[in-house]
C-alpha cells in the first residue's frame, strides 16, 4: 500500500507539472477548452485515487483516536502542517494563474474602459442631485411662507389662491399641491396644462410626517418632485414639481443602461475562466494531497517514539513510577529524550518515597494536635501576625457560644471585643512574651471569668501566629469565694453568739430583781427597754444562725417524689401571703418523679418565688401592671428546669453574677445569703442557677421588663459524688431575704 501510494503521488506531480506547462503556453499544444477540459479529467482521475488512499490513513487515524493510543493526536497534526505547507504555494499559484488569465482576456474590461462609463453615470447623478437641492431649498422657503399665510387661508380664500399661484410662478415651478395624506388634492396650480404631472406616492406622506422634506426622483417623466409636512395646518402636506431638461434625462438614462450592459458584458467573462479554474484547483489538490501523503509516512516515523515516550507519561500520571521507555539509538534527539525520561522516573520514585514518608509524620502529628485540641476543656484559638482567626477547637466555641464559621478568618478583636485590647498589645510588641490577663464574657445574660493566656508561636519567621487560651475560672472564682465567706460566717458566728445568752439572761434577771422597786411611771419606759434588748438579741441569734446556715449546709436526704408536689406548695404558699399578686404555674401533665431533698429544693424555691414578689412590689403603682409571676417546669432528659419569671423592677446588667456570691445584695435590709444558699442547695442535687433577663411578653403584663431566674437540677442524684465535708446542725430557718 505504501509502495502504491509512493508510485501514485509521482505520477499525480509528473501529470500536474505538465498541465501547468500547457495552461501557460509554452508547449505545442494550445491551452484551449478541449485540452483544459481532458487535463481536468486526468488531474481528477489522480486526486480520486489519492483521495481514497488518504481516506483509508484517516480512518486508521481516527480508530487509534478512539482507542485512545497516544500521539494519535500529535500525528493528526503533523499532518495539517503539512497539508498547509503544501497549500500555500498551491493557492499562490491558482492566484497568479487567475491574474495572468484575467489580464490576457479582451481589452474591452480594461481599467480605462470602466472608469468612462463610470464617470458618465457619476455625472448624470450629480446633475439630478444638484437639481433635486435646488427643489428642496424653494420646497422649504414656500412651506414657511404658506404657514405664515394661515390666517389668509382660514379667511380670505381667494386671495390665498392668488398667493399660491404667485409662489409657484416665482420660483419657477412646474406645479404646486396642497393634499392630504390620503391622496385628496385641496388646491393646485399647474403653470403648464399640457404637462402631466405625477401625484406622490402614499409613502412620501409617511416619510414627510417628520417635517422633513422629501424628494421624489424623475421616473417615466421628466418631473422631479417634493412633499413636506405644513406645520401651521391640521395633516397638510406641499407638493411641488419641476421639470428637467429632457435630454439630460434621457442622456443619464443612456448612460444607466449603458453601465448595465457593461456589467453584464463582464459577467460573461466568468464562463471563459471557469475550465481553467478548475484545471488550476486540480492542480493545488493534487499538491495538497501528495503533501498529505507524504506527511503520514514522515509522522510516522516521528510519532512512533513520542507516542512511547507519552504512553509512559500516562503511566506516570496514574503513579507508575517503575515505567521505562524503549530507545533506539537510530532515534537521535529524541533517544535522548527517553533516556532523559528514565533518569527521571528514577529520581520521581526516590523523591515520592521520602514525601510519602514526610506526610504520614505531618498526618500523624496534625491528628494528635486535633485529638489534644478537641479533648482540652479550655478554649484555644489560633490568631495569624494580622489577628485574624485560623483555628478554634470546640471548647472556644461552647465558651464564645458562636459557630465556627462566624470566627474563621475574622479579625478577633472585632467577633471577641474582649479580647481587643490584649491582642493588640501582643501585636504591637516585638518580642515574644506571653501575656495574661482576666476578662468577663458576656453572653446571652450570662456573665463568665475567663484566663486569658497569648503565646506566641515557636518560629523562625519574621510572620508567626499566636495561640489564645481561654479558661474559664468562672466556678472557681465563685467557690473560693463562698469557701472565704463561709469561714469568715463560721468565725462571725461563732465571736457573736458566745455573749448573746449571757446579754438575755442578764436583762431578764434585771426585770425579776429591778422590775418591783421602779414606780409606775418609769415602769413602762423600764419593761420597753428589756423587752427591747431581748428582741435584738433575738434578731442577733437569728442572724447568727443564717451565718452558721450558709457555712454548714446539712447534708441533704435524698428521696424519689414527684416535683410538681413540691413546686405547687411553695407557689401556693406565696399566692396566699400576697393575694396581690397572680402566681401561676405551668406544669407537665404527668408525674416528674425526682430523686432530690425536698425540704430544701421548695425552701429553695420558696427563696426564689420570694424574691420575685419583693421585685414586683418593687414596680410603681402607677405602672398601670398586674404584677404577674410564672413558675414553669420543663423536662430535657436527664434534666430537670424551674423556671421562675416575674414582671418586677428585674436585675441590674452590670455584676449580676455576683448576686449569687454570699454578702451580695441590693436590698437595704438584705444579707445577701439567699440566692447563696439557693445556689448551694442546686448544686448539690448536680445543677445550678442561671439569672436572666425575663422573655418578651405582652406590654399588659409588664412583658418590657422582668427577671426569669432558672434551676437546674439531675433527675437521679445517685450517681453524684458524694460530700465529705463535715455534716452540720439543720438550721431552724433558712434566710429568704433574696436580692
Given at each position: 500500500m ?42 481528477g482521475?489522480?486526486?480520486?485515487i ?23 493526536r500529535?500525528?493528526?497534526r ?32 480594461e481599467?480605462r ?57 416665482l420660483?419657477?415651478?412646474?406645479g ?49 418632485g ?10 397638510m ?7 428637467m431638461d429632457?435630454?439630460?434625462v434621457?442622456?443619464?438614462r ?6 448595465s ?50 504512553g509512559a ?73 494580622t ?30 471585643p ?9 501585636l ?49 472564682v ?6 472565704a ?9 461563732h ?14 434577771r ?76 405551668d ?25 420575685a ?54 436590698r ?14 442546686m ?55 433574696g436580692?
Amino acid at each position: 500500500m505504501r509502495r502504491i501510494g509512493l508510485v501514485l503521488v509521482i505520477v499525480s506531480l509528473i501529470s500536474i507539472t505538465l498541465t501547468f506547462f500547457v495552461l501557460m503556453g509554452v508547449t505545442p499544444i494550445a491551452p484551449d477548452g478541449p485540452v483544459a477540459q481532458v487535463a481536468m479529467v486526468i488531474n481528477g482521475v489522480l486526486v480520486a485515487i489519492l483521495l481514497l488512499l488518504i481516506g483509508l490513513e484517516f480512518a486508521a487515524l481516527l480508530q487509534a483516536r478512539r482507542r485512545g493510543r497516544a500521539a494519535a493526536r500529535l500525528h493528526g497534526r503533523i499532518v495539517t502542517l503539512f497539508s498547509v505547507v503544501a497549500a500555500v504555494p498551491a493557492v499562490l499559484v491558482a492566484i497568479l494563474a487567475t491574474i495572468t488569465l484575467d489580464r490576457g482576456l479582451d481589452r474591452w474590461f480594461e481599467d480605462r474602459t470602466r472608469l468612462i462609463i463610470d464617470n458618465a453615470l457619476t455625472v448624470a447623478q450629480a446633475y439630478l442631485q444638484e437639481h433635486a437641492r435646488v427643489l428642496r431649498g424653494d420646497l422649504i422657503a414656500m412651506a414657511n411662507d404658506i404657514d405664515r399665510a394661515k390666517a389668509v387661508y382660514d379667511f380670505e380664500p381667494t386671495r390665498f389662491d392668488s398667493f399660491f399661484q404667485t409662489q409657484t410662478t416665482l420660483r419657477a415651478l412646474g406645479g404646486a399641491y396642497l393634499m392630504k395624506p390620503d391622496g385628496t388634492v385641496i388646491t393646485r396650480v399647474v403653470v403648464n396644462p399640457d404637462v402631466e404631472v405625477i401625484l406622490p406616492p402614499v409613502e412620501a406622506f409617511g416619510q414627510a410626517a417628520a417635517g422633513e422634506p422629501v424628494l421624489i426622483a424623475p421616473g417615466v417623466s421628466n418631473l422631479v418632485g417634493g412633499v413636506m409636512k405644513l406645520s401651521a395646518y391640521d395633516d397638510m402636506y406641499l407638493y411641488v414639481t419641476r421639470a428637467m431638461d429632457k435630454r439630460v434625462v434621457d442622456y443619464m438614462r443612456l448612460a444607466e443602461d449603458g453601465a448595465s450592459q457593461y456589467g453584464r458584458m463582464e459577467q460573461s467573462r466568468f464562463g471563459v475562466q471557469v475550465a481553467f479554474a478548475l484545471v488550476y484547483t486540480g492542480v493545488t489538490l493534487v499538491l495538497l494531497l501528495s503533501s498529505i501523503w507524504i506527511g503520514f509516512g514522515f509522522a510516522n516515523q516521528l510519532v512512533s517514539p513520542i507516542r512511547r515516550l507519552i504512553g509512559a507519561a500516562d503511566q506516570v500520571s496514574k503513579g507508575n513510577l517503575y515505567v521505562q521507555v524503549e530507545t533506539d539509538k537510530s532515534a537521535g534527539d529524541l533517544a535522548n529524550l527517553g533516556t532523559t525520561f528514565n533518569n527521571m522516573t528514577a529520581q520521581l520514585r526516590g523523591q515520592r518515597d521520602a514525601l510519602l514518608a514526610a506526610n504520614d509524620q505531618i498526618d500523624r502529628r496534625r491528628r494528635f494536635t486535633e485529638a489534644v485540641l478537641s479533648g482540652v476543656t479550655a478554649g484555644v484559638i489560633g490568631i495569624d501576625d494580622t489577628g485574624r482567626i485560623t483555628l478554634v477547637n470546640r471548647s472556644a466555641l461552647s465558651l464564645l457560644d458562636v459557630s465556627e464559621s462566624a470566627l474563621l478568618d475574622e479579625p478577633v478583636g472585632r467577633v471577641v471585643p474582649e479580647l481587643a485590647s490584649v491582642v493588640e498589645d501582643v501585636l504591637a510588641r516585638a518580642d515574644d512574651r506571653m501575656a495574661e490577663t482576666q476578662v468577663s464574657l458576656h453572653r446571652h445574660g450570662r456573665e463568665r471569668s475567663v484566663n486569658v493566656r497569648v503565646t506566641s508561636e515557636q518560629s523562625t519567621r519574621s510572620e508567626h501566629g499566636f495561640v489564645i487560651t481561654l479558661d474559664d475560672i468562672t466556678d472557681l472564682v465563685t467557690a473560693q469565694r463562698t469557701s472565704a465567706w463561709a469561714d469568715v460566717a463560721r468565725r462571725i458566728a461563732h465571736e457573736i453568739k458566745n455573749p448573746l445568752t449571757p446579754i438575755q439572761l442578764s436583762a431578764e434577771r434585771i426585770r425579776r430583781r429591778y422590775g418591783k422597786t421602779i414606780v409606775d411611771d418609769d415602769r413602762t419606759v423600764f419593761d420597753q427597754c428589756i423587752d427591747t434588748i431581748i428582741r435584738q438579741v433575738g434578731d442577733i441569734g437569728r442572724m447568727v444562725d443564717e451565718f452558721s446556715s450558709f457555712a454548714r449546709m446539712p447534708k441533704p436526704t435524698m428521696s424519689t417524689s414527684d416535683l410538681r408536689t413540691t413546686v405547687r406548695e411553695a407557689a401556693f404558699l406565696q399566692s396566699v401571703a400576697n393575694p396581690d399578686i397572680s402566681i401561676r404555674t405551668d406544669l407537665p401533665e404527668t408525674a416528674v418523679k425526682v430523686r432530690f431533698d425536698q425540704r430544701l429544693v421548695g425552701q429553695a424555691l420558696t427563696n426564689v418565688i420570694k424574691n420575685a414578689t419583693e421585685s414586683v412590689l418593687a414596680v410603681p403603682a402607677d405602672s398601670g401592671s398586674k404584677g404577674r409571676i410564672d413558675v414553669t417546669v420543663h423536662q430535657d432528659g436527664e434534666r430537670i428546669a424551674i423556671e421562675v419569671v416575674d414582671n418586677g423592677i428585674g436585675l441590674p446588667v452590670e455584676n449580676r453574677q455576683r448576686l449569687l456570691e454570699p454578702y451580695m445584695t441590693t436590698r437595704e435590709k438584705g444579707t445577701g445569703l439567699g440566692l447563696a444558699i439557693v445556689k448551694k442547695i442546686m448544686e448539690e442535687h448536680g445543677g445550678g442557677i442561671e439569672l436572666l433577663d425575663a422573655p418578651v411578653r405582652d406590654e399588659s403584663v409588664g412583658g418590657g421588663r422582668g427577671a426569669m431566674v432558672r434551676l437546674t437540677m439531675v433527675r437521679n442524684t445517685a450517681d453524684l459524688p458524694s460530700d465529705t465535708g463535715e455534716a452540720s446542725v439543720t438550721p431552724e430557718t433558712v434566710a429568704t431575704d433574696g436580692v
